[in-house]
C-alpha cells in the first residue's frame, strides 16, 4: 500500500463528523470504550486486534477491568492519516456489534 | 466447589427449554455460533474463553472462520451437569450482547 | 496476491520436510499441538489468530484445554497451497517461541 | 477467598526479590515486557487475561506493538497485596516460557 499521508486539519475535521465518538486530543484520535466487564472488554480488544493485524497499523491501548482507551496516530506520517481513521471505524464497528 | 453431580435426563430437559439455541447429542451439550467474519468470531472465542477459565471449566470446540462450535460435558460426572449449563447461559449471555 | 495455486504431491512433501511436526492427512495439513494448560493454549491461539487474520487465510482448529488440532487448506485452490505452509510454519514459530 | 490485606514495605521488599522484572513505582507493582511484536504481544496479553480473570483480578495495562506495561494494585486493599505479586508471578511464568 502506498505510504499514508498525514490528514490537514480541516480533512481531520470532516471525517471526525463520520467517526462516531472519536476526538482529536495531544495529535491522537481518541476513543474511550465502556462495556459490560472484563471479558466483554478483551473480547473486544482481541476482534480489534485482528484488525489492526490485518492493517498492519497498530493501536496505543490500555485496559482498565471494563474500559478500553484507545490512541490512534501514524508514525511514519507523523500525524493522523486515513489508515487511522480506518482502524477507528473497525472499532466502532465491532463495539456497535 | 462441590463436585458437580450429572443431571437426569428430566432435569436436562428442563435446563434446555431456558437455554436458547443448545441441544444434546451425543451426551454433550451443544450449539454453533454463527456470527460476522473471523474477527468476531475469535472476539467471542476469546470473552468466552476468559469465562471458562473463571469456571475452570472447559469448552471442547472448533472454529472456521465465522463459525464457532461449542461442545460442553463434566468429564468428572461423566455427562452434562449443571456446570454445562452455566458456561452455555455465559455463552448465550456473550453472543446476544 | 495473486491467487495460489495447489501444490502438486512432490511439492508438498518436498515442503513437509522444512516443516516440523505437520503431515498430510485426508487432503488437509494437519498438526496438533501440545502445551502447558488452557491459558497457555488460548494464548498460543491468539497469536495465530493474529497470523490467520493478516494473511487472510484461516485455519479449520479445534482446542480441548492444552490441546489444539490445526488443519489447513486452501478451499479457493482446491487443495494444499504455498499459504498452508506459509500459515503452517507461522504456528511452529509461536510455538517455539 | 478472604480480602487481601496490603502488604508492609517490607514484606513487599521480600516479595520483590523473588519477583524478578518487578519494581514498585507510584505505590503500584510494575513490569514492561518487551516480546517480539504485535502478535506475540497480543498472545501473551490473552493469557495473562485469562488468569487475571480466574483471580478475579485484573491488571491495569497498556500495550504499544511488542510491549506490554503492567500495573498491578489492589484497590480494595489500597495498595499492593499478595494478590498483585500472585498475577505478577503468573506473568513472569507466561513470558519465560
Chains 1, 2, 3, 4 share one sequence.
Not at 466487564?37 to 478483551?42: E, K
Request: negative net charge.
Amino acid at each position: 500500500m502506498a505510504r499514508p499521508i498525514r490528514l490537514s486539519e480541516e480533512e481531520i475535521r470532516d471525517r471526525l463528523r463520520e467517526t462516531s465518538g472519536w476526538e482529536v486530543s495531544e495529535g491522537k484520535l481518541r476513543r474511550a470504550f465502556k462495556v459490560r466487564d472484563f471479558a466483554s472488554a478483551f473480547g473486544f480488544m482481541t476482534s480489534l486486534a485482528l484488525r489492526a493485524e490485518a492493517m498492519n497499523h497498530h493501536p496505543d491501548w490500555s485496559n482498565v477491568y471494563d474500559r478500553v482507551d484507545v490512541e490512534l496516530t501514524t508514525h511514519d506520517a507523523g500525524g493522523i492519516t486515513e489508515l487511522d481513521f480506518r482502524l477507528a471505524s473497525a472499532a466502532n464497528g465491532l463495539f456497535d456489534q
